[in-house]
């Protein structure tokens, strides 16, 4: 069959998932108009994030995602079906990763939060509300629920692990791990002010200083009262639309009512309860689970800055998790050798040839010869010999580092 065929192509249709992951979806939309605001430096801003504590919240906002990339119809379902027959949460929410979505959003504290996404006149929510955890699918018309969990497990699998613990004590502090971070690769300023769904907000400004990088800037507005992040865009030094334009068209930090987290299953409504629920058995996690699977910007954009060991998902050069590190800072490409030759895709089914070849180019060196898979952001070079190299940075930067790499 076609379909199981198309299976052996899936890692280069799979640089989509890739490029999303590297995106922190901030809720974002800036307005008209410039406020005037007292002057704040850089460390002021990141501090002022750091000590945000905003619990409540409601709110509007439209995510614009644009990763250059072809139609995936046709090929890839929209959500994955999960044991359960309804879509899986983590399925439905990488949909955002491509095209314009608009979302409802609450929040009241750690134990209540609500999630909708609108598609025309069908929704899909996930609620959080106390000892229960819900998704509905107005179109299917299913429910899955599941019992919270008692709290995040930390790395060991217990559940009175604190992770935030390691993190810096104080926002000062954290500012100086965000700037340290930073270091010689990266230039982090503030940029002027800007209205954001009527909020007055600082934007920050950060920008590679390496070349080679596919990033041009990422900007977050901060909401100048709250400390709290409204805006994300990030830019491709492509040009064009921003590869991620997302936000608030209207929010609100007041506690949402009770109310909002109230769910009951609508009549003749498909319900999935306990271990099938959210992906055949796994534990949901609580609230935390709920928040890895939303949009970011209920607890701030920093942590995700900081992965990986820097901002712009920079590491040290080094063997990690199976791969080769190569490089630091915005340029940092990771190198798997998978041991066998890159399928040819000129025997691939005609529903994907067509896919591959609208973005895929061809590419030689002294590392020999393969195929150049790219989006705005995240490019992939597979090689004839099995080799694949990943980054965010520009076609040019992964063939030099496949030239110079040992």
Excluded: C
Aim: charged fraction near 25%; glycine fraction near 14%; aromatic fraction near 6%.
């Amino acid at each position: 069959m076609a379909t199981k065929k198309a299976g052996r192509y899936i890692v280069p249709v799979a640089v989509a998932g890739v490029a999303a992951a590297t995106i922190g979806l901030v809720p974002a939309l800036a307005a008209s108009g410039d406020p005037d605001l007292p002057k704040i430096t850089a460390q002021q801003l990141i501090e002022k994030i750091a000590s945000s504590d905003t619990q409540t919240l409601s709110g509007t906002f439209k995510i614009d995602t644009d990763l250059g990339l072809p139609s995936f119809a046709g090929l890839l379902p929209s959500a994955a079906p999960s044991s359960s027959g309804a879509s899986d949460p983590s399925a439905k929410l990488a949909e955002l990763a491509s095209g314009s979505h608009t979302l409802r959003v609450a929040a009241d504290g750690p134990d209540r939060q609500k999630l909708t996404v609108l598609d025309g006149s069908d929704e899909y929510s996930l609620i959080h509300n106390g000892a229960d955890v819900w998704a509905y699918d107005s179109k299917a018309n299913e429910v899955v629920h599941q019992k919270d969990a008692t709290g995040p497990k930390g790395p060991s699998g217990s559940r009175d692990e604190a992770p935030h613990e390691k993190l810096p004590a104080t926002p000062k502090a954290l500012a100086d791990e965000v700037l340290k971070a930073a270091g010689d690769t990266t230039s982090i300023t503030v940029g002027g002010t800007a209205k954001v769904a009527g909020r007055d907000a600082y934007q920050l400004v950060i920008k590679p200083k390496q070349s080679g990088s596919t990033v041009e800037s990422v900007k977050i507005a901060v909401d100048a009262a709250t400390g709290t992040p409204l805006k994300f865009t990030l830019a491709s030094v492509s040009g064009g639309k921003p590869v991620v334009d997302a936000g608030f068209t209207k929010v609100d930090f007041g506690k949402p009512a009770a109310s909002t987290f109230d769910f009951k299953a609508p009549k003749g409504a498909k319900v999935t309860e306990g271990d099938k629920a959210f992906g055949g058995g796994k534990d949901f996690d609580g609230g935390k689970g709920f928040e890895d699977k939303a949009p970011k910007g209920f607890g701030g954009p920093l942590g995700d800055l900081m992965k990986d060991g820097g901002l712009g998902g920079a590491g040290k050069a080094g063997k990690e998790g199976g791969l080769n590190v190569i490089g630091e800072g915005w340029t940092t490409v990771a190198r798997l050798d998978t041991g066998a030759p890159a399928p040819k895709t000129g025997d691939a089914p005609k529903e994907v040839q067509g896919f591959l070849d609208s973005f895929g180019d061809k590419v030689s060196g002294k590392f020999g010869s393969g195929t150049v898979f790219k989006t705005k952001i995240v490019n992939v070079l597979m090689t004839e010999d099995g080799k694949v190299y990943v980054g965010a940075v520009t076609p040019q930067k992964l063939v030099e580092v496949a030239n110079s790499a040992k």
